[in-house]
């Protein structure tokens, strides 16, 4: 069995540079600690991944549509379909003193964001800087070890759907989701992952939805009441066709980029690239 376009799926992998087996990304425990990439405050687990979707660089995502549930292999992503080639147009010599307060401080190898462009340091002397704001990964041949852990298939494993219209993704969280503790920062990082890999998105959209007790409980005879099933829950506040707000989050919460950036892995990418996509 293949997953068809727009498949939920739990994705394990560790990523590496071919050339030098460097780990740059992973959603394993165990080969982060072998890497630099170790961070005892982050929660290593499987990623949630909608196959055919661009939310993973192109040559992965082609790779995923013909596998299946439980199979390992080892995915290896050519340039073109991974961060493209290095662009010389994209490496600039400027000023030090563009670099504001702290341009004397600036160091090769250091990460800077300059006109709304992230870009890497490569050369400093004689008052001037060279800045490379090709991705870091450019150029690269890549490799994915990969372990499709599970699809999300019944109802009850689908705790969020997705809708994408022209420049626009819907998220609808259920009660579930809703309720759980830290999910601003869920939100935010999921926004972020989103924005790297659907180019032309400008606007995500959370509704939070609550349904009534005879909707969950389909099993039970409807008691009397004036409001259908399949309705969101109303509050004594709240008209019976809008989603319910939660008490610390509004229900339709909606998130604007201000870029259309493509550019990192995974939905989760590593700090040092938080903000390479707006290179892309």
């Known amino acids: 069995m293949t997953f068809d376009k727009g498949s939920l799926i739990l994705l394990d992998y560790t990523a590496r540079i071919k050339d030098n087996g460097e ?14 990439l170790y961070d005892p405050t982050r929660t290593y687990e499987p990623r949630l991944i909608s196959v055919g979707e661009g939310w993973v660089l192109k ?16 995915i290896e992503i050519s340039p073109d379909k991974g961060f493209g080639e290095r662009d010389t147009n994209k490496v600039r010599m400027i000023p030090q003193r563009k ?6 401080e600036i160091k090769v190898g250091d990460v800077v964001e300059l006109d709304d462009r ?4 490569r050369y400093i002397g004689s008052g001037r800087v060279q800045i490379d704001y090709n991705h870091r990964l450019a ?12 699809k999300i298939e019944s109802n009850d494993d689908k705790k969020a759907k997705f809708e994408y219209n022209d420049d626009t993704v819907v998220i609808e969280l259920s009660e579930d989701i809703s309720l759980l503790d830290g999910l601003q920062i869920i939100k935010k990082a999921v926004t972020a992952d989103i924005f790297k890999f ?5 606007k995500i959209t959370f509704q939070e ?15 009397s009441s004036s409001t259908p099933a399949n309705e969101t829950a109303e509050s004594s506040s709240t008209p019976a066709n809008e ?25 989760r990418s590593e700090t040092a690239s938080k903000s390479e996509n707006k290179t892309e």
């Not at 040559?59 to 549509?65: H, K, Q, S, V």
């Not at 670099?99 to 004397?104: D, F, I, V």
């Open 139 to 150: 150029s690269r041949v890549l490799v994915y070890d990969v372990n499709v852990v599970k």
């Open 198 to 202: 659907i180019d032309g998105l400008n």
């Open 99 to 104: 670099l504001g307060e702290k341009a004397n």
């Open 209 to 223: 939805v609550y349904l009534s007790q005879k909707a969950k409980d389909s099993s039970s005879p409807p008691p």
């Open 59 to 74: 040559g992965l995502d082609e790779a995923l549509t013909s596998t299946d549930v439980g199979q390992k292999l080892s």
């Open 118 to 121: 992230t870009g890497i340091i």
């Open 23 to 36: 780990i740059f990304e992973t959603t394993i425990e165990e080969d982060a600690k072998k890497s630099n």
């Open 243 to 267: 989603t319910a707000e939660s008490s610390s989050t509004p229900a339709n919460q909606t998130v604007t980029s201000n870029t259309s950036p493509r550019s990192d892995t995974s939905l």
